[in-house]
Nanobody, 116 residues
Framework: QLQASGGGLVPAGGSLRLSCEAPGMDFSFSMNRMGWYRQAPGKQRELVANIASNGQTRYADSVKGRFTISRVNAKRTIYLQMNSLNTEDTGVYYC??????????WGQGTQVTVSS
């Protein structure tokens, strides 16, 4: 089970840090590719950023240079530091754990609202 937190209401230009914990996972957490997705109203869920087991990261073009994903395997936790937020970043943010075809877990989502 994945537990996302850290969402909220923030003015444009502000920052938020999202967290996603996987307290029920064992050592296998480190083997998973972990990611953040978001879904804006009326739009499809899209990848925001992910981080592989070796630490390699990938970002959507729209967030490059503003968002940073990181992981602390010992805490079974990933983070998404979001800076210079704009209204297009509004949506529900979901964390995901994936590994091949054997793991595909989703958290409950946390709402991020950026006001103009």
């Amino acid at each position: 089970q994945l537990q996302a937190s850290g969402g909220g209401l923030v003015p444009a230009g502000g920052s938020l840090r999202l967290s996603c914990e996987a307290p029920g996972m064992d050592f296998s957490f480190s083997m998973n590719r972990m990611g953040w997705y978001r879904q804006a109203p009326g739009k499809q869920r899209e990848l925001v950023a992910n981080i592989a087991s070796n630490g390699q990261t990938r970002y959507a073009d729209s967030v490059k240079g503003r968002f940073t994903i990181s992981r602390v395997n010992a805490k079974r936790t990933i983070y998404l530091q979001m800076n210079s937020l704009n209204t297009e970043d509004t949506g529900v943010y979901y964390c995901n754990a994936a590994r091949g075809t054997t793991v595909d877990l989703w958290g409950q989502g946390t709402q991020v609202t950026v006001s103009s």
